[in-house]
């Protein structure tokens, strides 16, 4: 109001003023642009446009990742770090198994359950028996359940191709860590879950698995695409991973993502690391590229369907 009341008493006078002083700046800036001045703008704005330009390329490598659960660095124990999320509708295309079927669902590390010396042992016996075949891609399974082992572009059975060999290569030892370890993660998920651990059984696959960066040559070594468990391979009900090597020090690329709709949240790998969760759409997720080093794990699977329960393996 007071602004108004001091217009009003400027009179016509005050206007063609106004008037005047405008066009004098509009006749200011005009010139301007042509000399140093102008130079000047210029400069401001290709200096604005490649901070956006940097800005986006910056927002887009780093878009992929939102948030870290579990960093190589930290030691989750000894309890593990339990994120809950809603269990999805797919368990209700199968059959239910109570004490066993996800009632809660979610995601969990730890690094509490395995030492770093059983994941040393664990890293040894990969390397011996991968060391006998191998993918000629970048990523190569050990399946000691089944036998199966990458070879070129396909899978030879080390029991029947290696025949009584392979006694040389994996001792009683080695099985026994094996199934105590498979156990007490066995144990973990059970207990995280709220499930009676005795209606959980192993399932197939469960593999070792090394990865590096060396480009795929057929479909097996395309570990990288978003999938979900429950889909991929059915008889899954709870995945869990075992890490054998370090993030960052051992390789890089190769961090487990959990891909959210509001966001991405990673797994660092470490040595003795324990990740697990329930296998249905809950928990889409995928595995980075390695783009340096070699990437140790094993994949431990649960169902609760006994009609795909697989035993533990033993020596032949
Ligand atoms: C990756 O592993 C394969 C064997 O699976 C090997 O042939 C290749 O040389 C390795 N690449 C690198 C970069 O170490
Ligand atoms: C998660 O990462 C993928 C690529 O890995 C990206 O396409 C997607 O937009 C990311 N999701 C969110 C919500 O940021």
């Known amino acids: 109001m007071a602004l ?23 006749l200011r800036q005009g010139s301007s642009w042509r000399g140093s001045r102008g130079l000047l703008a210029l400069l401001l704005v ?19 990742i939102t948030e870290t659960l579990a960093s190589r660095r930290e030691m989750i124990s000894p309890q593990p770090r339990v994120y809950s999320v809603q269990c999805s509708e797919d368990y209700e295309n199968y059959k239910r198994y109570p004490g066993c079927t996800p009632q809660k669902c979610g995601r969990a590390v730890t690094d509490g359950v395995v ?4 994941a040393q042992a664990l890293r040894r016996l990969a390397e011996r028996g991968l060391a006998l075949a191998g993918s000629e891609g970048g990523a190569s399974i050990l399946d000691l359940h089944s036998g199966a082992l990458s070879m070129g572009k396909q899978f030879v ?18 099985f026994k860590l094996y199934r ?37 040559k057929t479909q097996h070594d395309e570990y990288w695409h978003p999938h979900i468990d429950k889909e991929t391979y059915g008889s899954f009900d709870y995945t869990s991973l075992l890490y054998l090597s ?15 709709q509001n966001g991405n949240r990673t797994v660092e790998p470490r040595a003795g690391r324990v990740s697990f969760f329930s296998s249905g ?13 070699t990437r140790y794990a094993i994949t431990v699977s649960f169902t609760c369907d006994p009609s795909h329960a697989i035993s533990d393996p033993s020596l032949p």
Not at 4 to 26: F, H, Q, S, V, Y
Not at 115 to 118: I, K
């Open 4 to 26: 108004l009341r001091l217009r009003n008493t400027k009179g016509p006078n005050a206007a063609e003023i106004e008037r005047k002083i405008k066009r004098g700046n509009a």
């Open 46 to 64: 290709a200096l604005c446009a490649s901070m956006v330009a940097a800005w986006l390329y910056l927002a887009s490598l780093d878009g992929d």
């Open 115 to 118: 030492t770093s010396e059983e």
């Open 157 to 174: 059975n080390i029991y029947r191709y290696f025949g009584e060999q392979i006694a040389d290569v994996f001792t009683e030892e080695d």
């Open 180 to 216: 105590d370890v498979r156990g007490r993660i066995q144990a973990v998920i059970a207990e995280t879950f709220g499930l009676d651990r005795t209606l959980m059984y192993l399932t197939k696959p469960t593999f070792f698995s090394r990865i590096n960066s060396t480009a795929a």
């Open 246 to 260: 370090d993030y960052g020090s051992d390789f890089t690329g190769g961090r487990f993502v959990f891909m959210d």
């Open 281 to 293: 759409s809950e928990n889409l997720h995928r595995v980075e590229k390695v783009t340096w080093g």
